[in-house]
């Protein structure tokens, strides 16, 4: 273990202080770093966890003080983020930006489909016990994603005479999509809540990354001339995107990250 460290450990040093606020307790994760030289705060929205962040010499008596003296800030944060929108038994979800009632279907056969109700409602229609809507929900969602994104891919290189290698599908917070010099792109399943023209900007931006990887102003060229609804989809994401990060979560939905510290 690096010296520095060593000097810095704190072995009985618990992971995380409580503080209350308005007859509300919450939980601060507590990390040192060797080069923070103030105490700040920032809130996680993908798991709805508070941090602090203080100095390597830095005290934990105040840390407490710090974190107690924001409590107002810490409520207010959260209270502020999307609120989690777990999946099950009667719950709203966009797909391809169009709304689904998930309805549990136990006896019948399958795993999820659509349909429609009596009344036009639309279903998302899950089979099998109860405890496994989530993850059959989950699952169909990430298909529907890697066969919407693979089409859009696809059409998007050969209009930019590029080659693609592969694509994947992952659960990313901090970025919808991501591209590498070998030609995989990676993509985040909650794309499909979206509208398609939405996941259809994601595609061109991702693939257009395999001529240019950078955002120059060649680069917004490259995918403007390929995604005619560029600026809509940017302005919709820059709207919306922080909503679909709470569909399937119980605990926590991501947005961006607040932060708070000490001036």
């Not at 308005?22 to 966890?49: N, P």
Request: net charge positive.
């Amino acid at each position: 273990m690096p010296l520095r460290a060593l000097l810095y450990r704190r072995p009985s040093e618990p992971p995380a202080i409580t503080i209350a606020f308005d007859r509300e307790v919450y939980l601060v994760r507590v990390r040192r770093h060797r080069a923070a030289r103030r105490y700040t705060l920032r809130i996680h929205s993908v798991t709805r966890e508070v941090v602090l962040t203080m100095p390597p010499r830095g005290s934990l008596k105040q840390a407490s003080a710090f974190a107690q003296k924001h409590g107002a800030w810490i409520a207010a944060r959260l209270e502020r983020l999307p609120k989690a929108a777990p999946f099950t038994h009667g719950a709203v979800l966009p797909l391809r930006g169009i709304d689904h009632r998930i309805a549990h279907r136990r006896e019948q056969r399958g795993t999820v489909w659509r349909e429609a109700a009596s009344d036009g409602e639309n279903l998302l229609c899950v089979a099998g016990a109860e405890p496994h809507i989530p993850r059959r929900v989950r699952d169909y969602l990430k298909r529907e994603a890697k066969a919407d994104l693979e089409v859009a891919s696809r059409l998007a290189a050969q209009a930019l005479g590029v080659a693609i290698k592969r694509v994947s599908i992952r659960d990313q917070s901090s970025r919808w999509g991501s591209c590498s010099t070998t030609g995989v792109l990676s993509y985040s399943w909650r794309l499909i809540l979206a509208p398609p023209f939405v996941l259809d900007y994601l595609a061109a931006h991702e693939v257009a990354h395999l001529i240019e990887m950078n955002h120059s102003r060649k680069f917004w060229r490259l995918v403007e001339r390929i995604c005619p609804n560029m600026t809509r989809a940017k302005i919709w994401l820059d709207a919306h995107g922080t909503e679909l990060h709470r569909y399937g979560m119980r605990d926590g939905v991501p947005s961006r990250t607040d932060r708070r510290r000490d001036d």
